[in-house]
């Protein structure tokens, strides 16, 4: 118990008694004590971190690597849509604009540059900066590509809608039933069979019996229906727009009236003999831009007479004329 006490012999009565320290030289033992202490301490403390690491670092490490993953899930998910948009382009430039007649985006415009040489520049200075910038760099080029595809499809829908309208007014079905034989085409003729003499025939003669019902070939609007005095007899010309005109000659009955929009497969007319006709047939030409055209090079004649009837029930049912 008496360890920690001091004890000399006094030589002048040989008794042992207690060495009592100044109080400042137990201060600066205890100084002493408690700096070797914490220096001990420091340096184990420092020891530990550098061989097993702080909690916190520890835990900043984790969330490190946790980042690291995310980032890259995240290329994975860049790299992805990149590869859809590439998938997109291809059926821009393949397949949407050949077959609409639009010329392919440029690829130098797709990849076209944005921003300047300090664009990433808040970037700079990290650990990790070469890896921001680079996926910075990915999303603002994913930006770029992706707005430039949607323009894209939007005019291609816009074409497509045009294309169809355009294909809705092309003179693209035979205007009366396939069963019936064709005569005269598109030829010059050396005897005309009602006048006798020579000159160009610039349509399609249909055989068909008096009264035969005659269709619109596309949509469009009658631009003329009535008496013709010039050979045709009673007849209705459609402007189908696109320069595209049709007529139908030597009618028995109009069933149209001038200004009236009609849709291909609609009723127009009933066959006949008026005008300079040397029996029952339908004269049918079509002109484009003022020119002559060859009418049989617009329809198809080879399907049957049923799939022409359906054909133009299926006409019928979406044409408000009827």
């Given amino acids: 118990?008496?360890?920690?006490?001091?004890?000399?012999?006094?030589?002048?009565?040989?008794?042992?008694?207690?060495?009592?320290?100044?109080?400042?030289?137990?201060?600066?033992?205890?100084?002493?004590?408690?700096?070797?202490?914490?220096?001990?301490?420091?340096?184990?403390?420092?020891?530990?971190?550098?061989?097993?690491?702080?909690?916190?670092?520890?835990?900043?490490?984790?969330?490190?690597?946790?980042?690291?993953?995310?980032?890259?899930?995240?290329?994975?998910?860049?790299?992805?849509?990149?590869?859809?948009?590439?998938?997109?382009r291809l059926s821009d430039d393949r397949r949407y604009r050949p077959i609409l007649g639009m010329d392919s985006i440029p690829e130098s415009y797709r990849k076209a540059g944005y921003g300047g040489v300090d664009r990433y520049r808040d970037l700079t200075g990290y650990v990790n900066s070469n890896l921001l910038i680079s996926f910075r760099s990915k999303i603002d080029e994913l930006k770029n590509r992706a707005n430039i595809q949607n323009e894209s499809f939007k005019s291609i829908a816009e074409r497509s809608a045009e294309w169809k309208r355009e294909m809705d007014h092309q003179p693209m079905i035979s205007p009366v039933d396939v069963k019936y034989h064709l005569g005269d085409g598109f030829k010059f003729r050396a005897i005309h069979p009602v006048l006798g003499s020579a000159r160009w025939h610039y349509g399609q003669d249909f055989e068909v019996p008096y009264g035969t019902e005659v269709y619109a070939t596309g949509d469009g609007k009658i631009i003329e229906s009535g008496w013709n005095s010039g050979g045709f007899g009673n007849y209705t010309v459609i402007d189908h727009g696109y320069g595209l005109q049709s007529t139908y000659g030597h009618l028995s009955d109009i069933k149209v009236v001038k200004n009236m929009n009609v849709k291909r497969g609609d009723l127009i007319g009933l066959s006949g003999s008026t005008g300079t006709s040397s029996g029952p047939h339908l004269h049918y030409q079509i002109e484009q831009f003022g020119e002559h055209k060859n009418p049989v090079n617009f329809f198809n004649n080879d399907i049957s007479a049923d799939e022409y009837n359906e054909m133009i029930q299926a006409f019928g049912s979406k044409s408000k004329f009827r």
Wanted: hydrophobic letters at 45%; aromatic letters at 18%.
């Fill in 1 to 88: 118990m008496f360890r920690n006490r001091k004890y000399v012999l006094d030589s002048s009565d040989l008794q042992y008694k207690l060495v009592k320290l100044h109080w400042k030289v137990r201060f600066l033992h205890f100084f002493l004590w408690f700096a070797v202490s914490v220096i001990v301490a420091v340096f184990y403390g420092t020891v530990f971190e550098n061989i097993f690491g702080s909690p916190k670092e520890k835990m900043l490490s984790q969330q490190v690597e946790n980042l690291k993953l995310q980032y890259s899930l995240i290329g994975r998910e860049l790299d992805n849509s990149m590869t859809s948009l590439n998938s997109f």
